[in-house]
């Protein structure tokens, strides 16, 4: 029930306000009589204010909608003031007007339509249709645009309605990739109808080569694509990259030459390119954690979640351009969010285990870009490959530490079929025969590289649980314990092995002690709750994860108790089942925490 129902039912009568920056509260009817007023050429009005007073405005109208609200001490311009006209076909022409400039879906334009058609808008409608229009990318971009304070509120839209807009319906079946090709699709073919605002839209949702409708964008002249040259997030420039190689691999031959121009812009200045990737890290960490708290009742599926943050990231990208120190921007984001934005993300390899949550830094975010480029020139043939593109790819992936880092599984990947680089007979035996090889995780370190690439799966499970058994040495302190226990249960997760799962559980609690720091014991944590993710059915994983909790309730230090007591709550506002999984751990850490 709204808070207007609840009013109604006790018997309270409610008047509609709107606020103006924050300082001007005005009755709803009395502001959109004063727009009616100025359209009509009236140049004066009396506005009744939120707390009853009545304050004398000056009236200005700048056709085709501007008006601007003139109070002795503050002014406020509203643009889309010719919805109000009384003329039908007035109205339809500015609904034309304003949704050229910020879109909505096409379910919602219908009924705006249908409305017009029969009647004025009443002030009610009239303030709907403008949060509606306020809910859009491009008004995100203009209201951030200015030199302001900023925080998580003003950054991420609560409403999914903002992320259907961008980005399509929230996810109704099952498959991912079904989406791809039927909401979805459809949502694409709308937005390309509202070239250039809805290219735009799509350049911003391109964190996967799979959500790129290649066929649907043939229309597009090169100029249009030139056009994004001038876009400040980085997806949104390798969105262009490929769709130049798309054309060059059908014969448009100035294509080669757009594609530099890309390529040019993305990696040409080194520090423009890091000063884009510490926005879209730092905003894609806050959308994370932020949205979760308004999209979880009921959650949205995890792959369209993901698309809609990341999608938002490059639209805050583009907005928060002004931004000089970004380094400091996405120090912040990491020191309010990060933790929260761990224990979220712990619980993600659930439903798709392949991508890891720190795979958002800038670093890993240049990887992928680097890795998306990589591939998107491996689809021409050698004869085809301009040079000019070999060379500023192969001089960005020159510049990573580990070139495979441009190749591990982009956040979407993992919800897509996974062309496994073993599935040949005789690439199974060579990566065996290189396992069978080592006696121990300390005599392969490259492993989890290996685990990243795709290249180890459930077929190898079985040597993966010899190499942990092995490591005792390693494992007997959890400094040189860490990296082999992230590594097992990234690998029980992505191959589901429930059995390797419980053994780095058990691993990671022998290695508590009562001097243990909350820090490590924390650590041991999530590693434990990444491997249980090996149980992809939902049952068994809230059973699993009671066991977790009970168990390390039992065995952590007090000083310990605390910290993890705050790390249920952090996990159980992510997923608030887990309230029933950890019912028992808290009442443990309770017990322990008053007996001290």
Known sequence: MDKGNVAAAIGLKTTPVVVFNGTHTVVVESFVAALRSAIGGEKAATIKMGDASEREVKLQYVPPGNVTIVFDDAKFTFPEADLLTSTKTARKRALKRVFSQAPLTADEEKVWFTNAERDV?????????????????????????????????KLIPKELSYYTRLVGPIQKVANFADYLIGECKQHSSWLLSRRPVGLRRLAYSAVARSLIPFDELNGLALS????????????????????????????????????????????????????????????????????????????????????????????????????????????????????????HLVIDPRDEPRWEPDWIGPGAVKAELIGRCCNTLMLLKPAKRPKAWKELIDSALGGLDTKLLAFFPGPLDGFLPLSSPIQAEAALVEVRSLLRGRSSFKRAPGIILL???????????????????????QLAKLKTADQVLRCCAYIAAITRDQELGKAVVARCL??????????????????????????????????????????????????????????????????????????????ILEALLLAA
Request: glycine content about 6%.
């Open 224 to 343: 249009e694509i030139a056009d994004l040259l001038a876009a400040e997030d980085p997806f949104s420039l390798v969105f262009g990259f490929e769709l130049c190689q798309d054309r060059l691999s059908k014969g448009e031959r100035e294509a080669a030459a757009l594609g530099t121009k890309f390529l040019k812009r993305l990696f040409g200045d080194e520090a423009w390119l890091q000063s884009r990737l510490e926005l879209f890290s730092a905003c894609a960490v806050i959308g994370m954690v932020t949205l979760r708290r308004a999209a979880n009742d009921p959650p949205p599926p995890l792959s369209w979640f993901r698309l809609a943050v990341l999608s938002h990231a490059g639209v805050l990208a583009t907005a928060l351009r002004g931004i000089k120190k970004t380094s400091g921007f996405f120090k912040w984001s990491a020191n309010d969010f990060g933790g929260t934005y761990l224990w």
């Open 121 to 153: 808008l009443s002030a009610g409608e009239y303030t709907d249709l403008v949060q509606q229009l306020r809910d859009t990318p491009e008004n995100v971009i203009a209201a951030l645009g200015a030199p302001q304070p900023l925080n998580a509120e």
């Open 451 to 473: 685990a990243y690439g795709g290249a180890i799966d459930a077929r190898l499970k079985d040597e993966i649980f010899r190499l942990l058994e092995s490591s005792n040495e």
């Open 510 to 587: 022998r290695l508590i002690s009562h001097t243990m720091k909350p820090d490590g014991v924390l650590r041991l944590l999530l590693i434990s709750m990444q491997a249980c993710a090996a149980n992809a059915d939902r049952t068994a994983y809230y059973q699993e994860a009671a066991s977790i909790a009970t168990r390390f309730a039992y065995s952590v230090p007090l000083s310990a108790a605390l910290e993890m007591r705050k790390v249920f709550e952090t996990m159980k506002c992510r997923d608030p089942r887990l309230a029933a999984s950890f019912g028992r751990a808290e009442a």
